[in-house]
């Protein structure tokens, strides 16, 4: 199979892609959030005939010895980048050793060893009490979601950069100039106007949030917005109403599966086959989900469709189904299988 051939295999999914050498050797490896787009990417040029000197003098030294070209696909970017990291470390391929530029993927960092804990744009994981959340991917994404968490209130954290703990506040002449202060947008525990417990609970109601316990963090926010109604706190209750329906607006909980090291060469396994039965098969891309049927009856009698499902060549047993012939008596195979998927396909439709 021709490199071109290989391009119309490849979802439009995100995962990462393996490529390799004519002994199978795994030159380089790469995530993407749209395999096909990623992928086709570094052969637009060439299929194009441009000059070498016209084409990145990574992709022009890589190409020529590209004969195969594997792909994971995954549930999510940060899924892709997380088996990338595990796969490259496994495998250190030449091109990704060469490549190699000290880039790091951000993080957020929640201080939970101060008093006072904050919320923090990091690229470097420290031994130091703190509870780092990440990687992240998209670096624009990490720095509009803490903007956005601070815009919406739902966790004030102090913003400064201000080291001091419970029992030494700073100067009240250091903090006297901070515009948060006098804005009302940080709880200002540098001048005692929050005590420690209670400003330390919001810290950890941030962690439920980054932790994706975001349906705990919704109920511990209804009882709250309950006892402040009861106490005729109305304005406490709005703010809490309000943070549970901004959390509820929020859709950006990520889905990782783990991923064993035995089942990796099995995944990659798995994904030449769909590109062989693509290729058998004459299809247009490959077959992401395959459904098959069988029938089974005794002597023309209780019979019985089975159907069995395979996504991304995995078996998919909850989608399993049995069909109880109804329309059909007598030893008539081809219409019990009309019957079955004629059902199958209607309910899906």
Known sequence: MTTSDQLTHIPHVPGVYLMRDAASRILYIGKARDLAKRVASYFHHSIRGLSPFLMSHKISALLPAVQQIDYLPTHSEREALLLERKLIRRYQPRFNTMWRDDKSYPYIKLTLQEDFPRLLFTRRVKRDGARYFGP??????????????????????????????????????????????????????????????????????????????????????????????????????????????????????????????????????????????????????????????????IHGVESVGSLVVFEQGYPEKEAYRHFRIKTVTGLDDFAMMAEVVCRRYRRCL
Not at 197 to 213: C, T, V, W
Not at 249 to 262: C, D, G, L, P, Y
């Open 136 to 297: 992240y991917p998209n670096v624009s994404q990490v720095k509009h979601l803490l903007r956005y968490l601070w815009k919406q209130k739902l966790f004030p954290l102090r913003p400064c950069k201000f080291e001091f703990s419970e029992g030494h506040l700073p100067d009240p002449r250091k903090v006297q100039s901070c515009l948060y202060l006098h804005t009302g947008a940080c709880p200002a525990p540098c001048v005692a106007k929050i005590s420690q417990p209670a400003y330390y609970q919001i810290a950890k109601q941030a962690e439920l949030f980054l932790s994706g316990k975001r349906q705990r963090l919704a109920h511990t926010w209804e009882q709250q917005m309950r006892q402040a109604a009861r106490r005729l706190d109305f304005e406490t209750a709005a703010q809490l109403r309000d943070h549970v329906e901004t959390l509820q607006r929020m859709n950006e909980r990520v889905s990782i599966r783990a991923i064993q090291e035995h089942d990796l060469e099995q995944r990659i396994s798995r994904s030449r086959a769909l590109s062989a039965l693509q290729d058998a098969l004459e299809l247009p891309k490959p077959p992401l989900v395959i459904e098959a049927f069988d029938i089974s009856t």
